[in-house]
């Protein structure tokens, strides 16, 4: 049995959560959506926390007769979280209107989502990928004379999918 200091991956250093960058695509319904597809410069992408990058498989528990000491379990429904993005509050408008748009039955794109990990020096480390996302809820910023923090807004999303997008594809 090796030492677990000798393996290479129990030496690698974690990755810090604090540089990451958001980049949105045009998504389709139906398949894929091409490589190409170019990127959209909803508010640049500048957010300062992303929540709920998160898949839970929900058991199925089977009865077998005769097996009085436990269930069988099987693979359930995958479902995702909400993620939620959070930047401070800036004279855009882009996640207000796509939200608008959504809110209004009007049509509107659903967005491929990457959020890209960064290393300390800013180079891409990991990739999350999210599927055929639409907003589901926008929250403007709370307004008190007596504050002075910056105002934070946040843009909920729901999607069809989670991925860890590998880069050599």
Request: proline share 7%; hydrophobic share 45%; aromatic share 8%.
């Amino acid at each position: 049995m090796p030492n677990p200091a000798d393996i290479a991956e129990n030496r690698l250093a974690p990755l810090h959560v604090f540089n990451f960058h958001v980049r949105f695509k045009r998504d389709t319904l139906l398949g894929p959506p091409p490589p190409d597809a170019p990127e959209l410069t909803l508010c640049s992408g500048a957010f300062a926390e992303c929540t709920g990058l998160e898949a839970t498989i929900e058991p199925k528990l089977i009865k077998v007769g005769g097996a009085n000491y436990g269930v069988a379990q099987r693979m359930g429904r995958v479902s995702f979280a909400t993620v939620v993005l959070k930047r401070g509050m800036t004279t855009t408008r882009d996640l207000w209107k796509w939200f608008q748009l959504v809110s209004g039955g009007a049509y509107a794109y659903r967005l491929k989502v990457e959020i890209e990990m960064r290393d300390a020096s800013g180079a891409p480390v990991l990739t999350w990928g999210l599927a055929r996302a639409l907003p589901v809820k926008f929250k403007a910023a709370d307004l008190n004379a007596r504050g002075s923090e910056v105002g934070i807004e946040e843009l909920h999303l729901a999607h069809e999918g989670l991925s860890l997008l590998d880069p050599a594809l």
